[in-house]
């Protein structure tokens, strides 16, 4: 397993930034500078810490920053104020965590168990009784469904399915480094598209006895993983160049989640929940080799627009009401208000491979990743490289997304006598995609269909 042994230096060295990140946003929230950008770039930082942990092995690590990121992550959903008891026990956290970087060969003399113990009292102290039921809850796939066990709480998965897709993910060592990567270089290209709910690391058993060396280093190592993205299955096996036989897709009921509302005897509590799989601590490191490019932090994101945000989608054919107008070149479209989230420019995007050309790649919105479109190159118009193109976050059946467009214009009110079917021939956009024609200040106004536009099948990224 030499070839294994040297992840975790690249993992140690990478996760130094990291961790200085995670400190300069703590004292942050214990000085009250508890904006939603800081929470989420602390999230994120100790999110990474933690999905690396579980590929190289390093269970101390991973659950003691398991552990921090259950309460950022509910002070990032707003169920948990960062009061001075949830700072001071955060920052105590970190104290064990940094410790565990600079001791990695004597992690049995450090205890993370006290740590722990005040993250969750804290936590208990400071949420509502059914967030801490539901945070407590750790639901188990049942036989049938042939997953392992995962350390999720009921809480994060409701939130995870609410918002996107969840993948069962499954890799040996030797495929990963076949595709030219390190599990590092992965599990980075997996934080930027999502998130690592929880990720084991498996290893056979293996007897010490009798054994030599060669026997030893050809144990085959692999990787249990469950993921959330909003991506579609074919747009994640693309980005991540996964092979059919590597991922799934499962469902709440896969996991053993039942509705809201459920009763406790139907939950397995977090501190008896079964191992999630084969865990072993991985060997001590050695001087660090390489180092990974870390996820991309979330971009600044202009204030909305002022249009409709967590509104329900409008029913497909309905033409009366307002529209949001923009431009792509010398022709004006709109879009049903209720449609849009909001309006932003134009972010850094991580580019997916082997994608239809007009899927620009990925943004990370406030902690949701979201797949964005060129939609001039989705209705086939040749690009303007002199525009100054601004994103506009909308709503497509249970989705959220990002269409890039050249400019907004305005909101305006349309009567259904005011919509004219369209002709059969539509010129650029096939007449399914399209809602109707109508007139605006001597303008034609061309309204897209977005359920029909941006779906995934019509897209062409979904299987």
């Given at each position: 397993?030499?070839?294994?042994?040297?992840?975790?230096?690249?993992?140690?060295?990478?996760?130094?930034?990291?961790?200085?990140?995670?400190?300069?946003?703590?004292?942050?929230?214990?000085?009250?500078?508890?904006?939603?950008?800081?929470?989420?770039?602390?999230?994120?930082?100790?999110?990474?810490?933690?999905?690396?942990?579980?590929?190289?092995?390093?269970?101390?690590?991973?659950?003691?920053?398991?552990?921090?990121?259950?309460?950022?992550?509910?002070?990032?959903?707003?169920?948990?104020?960062?009061?001075?008891?949830?700072?001071?026990?955060?920052?105590?956290?970190?104290?064990?965590?940094?410790?565990?970087?600079?001791?990695?060969?004597?992690?049995?003399?450090?205890?993370?168990?006290?740590?722990?113990?005040?993250?969750?009292?804290?936590?208990?102290?400071?949420?509502?009784?059914?967030?801490?039921?539901?945070?407590?809850?750790?639901?188990?796939?049942?036989?049938?469904?042939?997953?392992?066990?995962?350390?999720?709480?009921?809480?994060?998965?409701?939130?995870?399915?609410?918002?996107?897709?969840?993948?069962?993910?499954?890799?040996?060592?030797?495929?990963?480094?076949?595709?030219?990567?390190?599990?590092?270089?992965?599990?980075?290209?997996?934080?930027?598209?999502?998130?690592?709910?929880?990720?084991?690391?498996?290893?056979?058993?293996?007897?010490?006895?009798?054994?030599?060396?060669q026997a030893y280093d050809s144990i085959e190592v692999s990787?249990?993983?469950?993921?959330?993205?909003?991506?579609?299955?074919?747009?994640?096996?693309?980005?991540?160049?996964?092979?059919?036989?590597?991922?799934r897709q499962v469902s709440a009921e896969d996991l053993g989640?039942?509705?809201?509302?459920?009763?406790?005897?139907?939950?397995?509590?977090?501190?008896?929940?079964?191992?999630?799989?084969?865990?072993?601590?991985?060997?001590?490191?050695?001087?660090?080799?390489?180092?990974?490019?870390?996820?991309?932090?979330?971009?600044?994101?202009?204030?909305?627009?002022?249009?409709?945000?967590?509104?329900?989608?409008?029913?497909?054919?309905?033409?009366?009401?307002?529209?949001?107008?923009?431009?792509?070149?010398?022709?004006?479209?709109?879009?049903?208000?209720?449609?849009?989230?909001?309006?932003?420019?134009?972010?850094?995007?991580?580019?997916?491979?082997?994608?239809?050309?007009?899927?620009?790649?990925?943004?990370?919105?406030?902690?949701?990743?979201?797949?964005?479109?060129?939609?001039?190159?989705?209705?086939?118009?040749?690009?303007?490289?002199?525009?100054?193109?601004?994103?506009?976050?909308?709503?497509?059946?249970?989705?959220?997304?990002?269409?890039?467009?050249?400019?907004?214009?305005?909101?305006?009110?349309?009567?259904?006598?005011?919509?004219?079917?369209?002709?059969?021939?539509?010129?650029?956009?096939?007449?399914?995609?399209?809602?109707?024609?109508?007139?605006?200040?001597?303008?034609?106004?061309?309204?897209?269909?977005?359920?029909?536009?941006?779906?995934?099948?019509?897209?062409?990224?979904?299987?």
């Open positions: 397993m030499g070839e294994f042994d040297d992840i975790i230096p690249e993992f140690l060295t990478e996760s130094t930034e990291l961790l200085e990140t995670v400190e300069k946003g703590l004292l942050g929230l214990e000085q009250g500078q508890a904006e939603d950008e800081m929470v989420h770039t602390v999230f994120r930082a100790i999110h990474s810490i933690k999905g690396g942990a579980g590929f190289v092995g390093l269970t101390k690590i991973e659950r003691l920053a398991h552990r921090m990121e259950d309460l950022l992550n509910l002070i990032r959903n707003h169920d948990l104020v960062a009061t001075p008891p949830i700072t001071d026990a955060l920052l105590q956290a970190l104290d064990v965590l940094s410790s565990l970087f600079e001791r990695v060969d004597e992690h049995s003399e450090i205890d993370i168990e006290g740590p722990i113990q005040v993250l969750q009292e804290a936590l208990n102290a400071g949420v509502e009784p059914q967030v801490k039921q539901e945070m407590q809850a750790v639901s188990q796939p049942p036989a049938h469904t042939g997953l392992p066990g995962f350390e999720v709480s009921d809480y994060v998965l409701r939130n995870k399915f609410n918002q996107g897709n969840v993948f069962f993910i499954h890799l040996n060592l030797s495929a990963i480094e076949a595709r030219g990567l390190t599990p590092i270089q992965l599990v980075n290209e997996m934080l930027s598209m999502g998130e690592i709910l929880d990720a084991n690391l498996v290893l056979p058993r293996f007897e010490q006895s009798g054994a030599d060396e990787f249990d993983v469950l993921y959330a993205t909003v991506l579609e299955g074919d747009l994640l096996s693309a980005a991540l160049r996964l092979d059919d036989g590597d991922y989640l039942r509705a809201a509302g459920r009763s406790p005897a139907q939950a397995v509590p977090a501190a008896q929940a079964p191992s999630a799989g084969p865990r072993r601590e991985a060997a001590p490191a050695r001087e660090a080799q390489s180092v990974a490019t870390p996820a991309p932090p979330a971009p600044t994101a202009p204030a909305p627009a002022p249009v409709a945000a967590e509104t329900a989608p409008p029913e497909a054919g309905q033409k009366s009401g307002e529209y949001l107008t923009f431009t792509l070149g010398s022709e004006s479209y709109g879009v049903d208000i209720l449609s849009v989230q909001e309006i932003i420019g134009l972010p850094q995007l991580t580019r997916l491979p082997r994608c239809p050309g007009h899927v620009l790649g990925v943004m990370n919105l406030r902690g949701m990743v979201v797949p964005v479109v060129d939609l001039r190159r989705r209705l086939g118009l040749p690009p303007d490289e002199s525009s100054s193109p601004v994103v506009v976050v909308l709503h497509v059946g249970d989705k959220i997304m990002g269409a890039v467009v050249d400019g907004v214009s305005d909101v305006v009110h349309l009567s259904e006598s005011q919509v004219q079917e369209p002709p059969e021939f539509a010129g650029a956009v096939r007449r399914e995609y399209l809602r109707g024609l109508s007139r605006h200040d001597q303008d034609m106004l061309i309204l897209l269909e977005l359920d029909r536009l941006l779906a995934p099948e019509n897209a062409g990224y979904a299987a």
